[in-house]
């Protein structure tokens, strides 16, 4: 009873001071009063990594700021050279998203770094809370730029290669912002010297919220791909150009289009494929369109059903630009492998979750996080909130403060297992 007295009084303690800084850091968004939106080497990015600076001064961390633009507090430990234990996630937002997708998980990490600090304890091995650059992939159609960059998976080639909708480049915002693209290669990180990553997030999915379930310990992230594809055709008058004389871009897209989501519904293994965003050019209602951009972003956990899907849509691609005589395009954004997360961290956090009565359940993100990037080379585990009604994305996602508070608390505690080991 005395225990659990004391884990109530330590939780409400750090609910106040995780509530008082995602409150803070709402206000840096472009988009006020409609959501989230803080895109990378942006204004309102920048404002965020100089609280979380003020935020890791505040507990005596050693601050830096990498060539990508990602945060790091470091709090030393007795042996320097020992493979750190690393914990965070990241402060971009997508476009009208909410208030705690990533930027939570940093604040999280930073919660761990100051309990770590009050408890006075100097533990073996260093521990770092991280915020990481640019993971959503909103602004240039990619993802996992920053914790990317820190495995050494970045360079200079990669920054120039993508463009957002205003043909700016990463390259270019990068230097817009003041980092020099040319140095991207100085924020990776010397094999072994990280030992583990931590990640807390929100669900962004309805079951831990549906099962009235605490806790979830992801045991695996989805792979994901993700295509910008382009069909070209022949702008045209929408109303004297017969049907069998007319290159029409939308209507070889549309085809396309409407199969994929089939293709999806097939397969097991939480696969989805979702074409998020459309554009058709010149866009008037009486022109035929010569050119439509579509994305495409396939997931599962099972590798090879992304693999046929993607196949698949270059498939019809061919089949329908062969038949009204366009062209087409498609450019690979992002691949990645889905990832098995540390089974050795999670019994631990599975332990930490009996011993203090919290309710818990092992599940799949078909999000994908820093933990997807930095697990496909080292041992990652992450912890999930419930999102309310599991609404993420949009300007009403929400968990309770006092749910990170409870995420925080495994994660201490995971974090002086591996930090003395
Ligand atoms: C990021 O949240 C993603 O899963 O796309
Ligand atoms: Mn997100
Ligand atoms: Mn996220």
């Given at each position: 009873m005395k225990a659990?007295?004391?884990?109530?009084?330590?939780?409400?303690?750090?609910?106040?001071?995780?509530?008082?800084?995602l409150e803070h850091l709402k206000q840096y968004t472009a988009t006020p009063g409609n959501g989230c939106t803080r895109l990378p080497f942006s204004k309102e990015a920048r404002q965020a990594v100089e609280y979380l600076k003020e935020l890791m001064h505040e507990i005596d961390l050693e601050v830096s700021e990498d060539a990508a633009g990602n945060v790091f507090g470091?709090?030393?430990?007795?042996?320097?050279?020992?493979?750190?234990?690393?914990?965070?996630?990241?402060?971009?937002?997508?476009?009208?998203?909410g208030d705690y997708d990533g930027i939570a998980g940093v604040i999280c990490a930073i919660e761990v770094a100051r309990l770590l600090r009050e408890k006075g304890i100097k533990p073996k091995r260093s521990f770092v809370a991280a915020g990481f650059n640019d993971e959503e992939g909103m602004r240039f159609g990619t993802g996992y730029f920053g914790s990317g960059a820190m495995l050494g998976h970045r360079d200079v080639e990669y920054t120039k290669k993508f463009c957002d909708k205003d043909g700016i480049s990463i390259y270019e915002a990068m230097k817009e912002y003041g980092l020099v693209p040319e140095n991207i290669e100085e924020a990776a990180w010397e094999e072994g010297r990280i030992g583990s990553f931590l990640e807390v997030h929100i669900e962004q999915g309805p079951v831990l919220d549906a099962e009235g379930v605490e806790l979830g310990l992801v045991d695996c992230i989805v792979g994901i791909q993700r295509y910008m594809v382009t069909v070209n055709g022949r702008a045209d008058h929408a109303g004297t150009t017969p049907m069998d004389m007319r290159m029409d871009a939308v209507d070889a897209a549309a085809k396309v289009i409407s199969k994929?989501?089939?293709?999806?519904r097939e397969k097991a293994d939480g696969t989805v494929a979702t074409v998020g965003y459309i554009n058709t050019v010149p866009g008037g209602m009486?022109?035929?369109?010569?050119?439509?951009?579509?994305?495409?972003?396939?997931?599962?956990?099972n590798n090879d059903n992304i693999n046929d899907i993607a196949a698949r849509i270059k498939k019809a691609l061919e089949r329908e630009v062969a038949e009204y005589g366009g062209s087409y395009e498609i450019e690979?954004?992002?691949?990645?492998?889905?990832?098995?997360?540390?089974?050795?961290?999670?019994?631990?956090?599975?332990?930490?979750?009996?011993?203090?009565?919290y309710s818990y359940r092992r599940m799949l993100s078909g999000a994908g996080h820093d933990a997807l990037e930095i697990g496909q080379n080292l041992p990652a585990v992450m912890l999930f909130l419930p999102s309310k009604e599991g609404r993420s994305h949009c300007p009403v996602e929400f968990t309770k403060y006092s749910d990170f508070a409870k995420g925080t608390v495994i994660m201490q505690k995971l974090a002086e297992k591996l930090l003395d080991k």
């Open positions: 659990r007295k004391g884990i109530y009084m330590v939780i409400e303690e750090i609910t106040g001071r995780i509530a008082r800084d470091l709090l030393k430990g007795e042996d320097p050279d020992a493979p750190c234990v690393m914990m965070g996630s990241h402060y971009d937002s997508v476009s009208n998203g994929i989501a089939d293709w999806a009486n022109i035929v369109a010569e050119k439509v951009e579509f994305t495409v972003d396939i997931r599962s956990r690979n954004k992002l691949t990645i492998t889905p990832v098995e997360l540390s089974a050795e961290m999670l019994d631990i956090m599975e332990a930490e979750c009996k011993e203090l009565g």
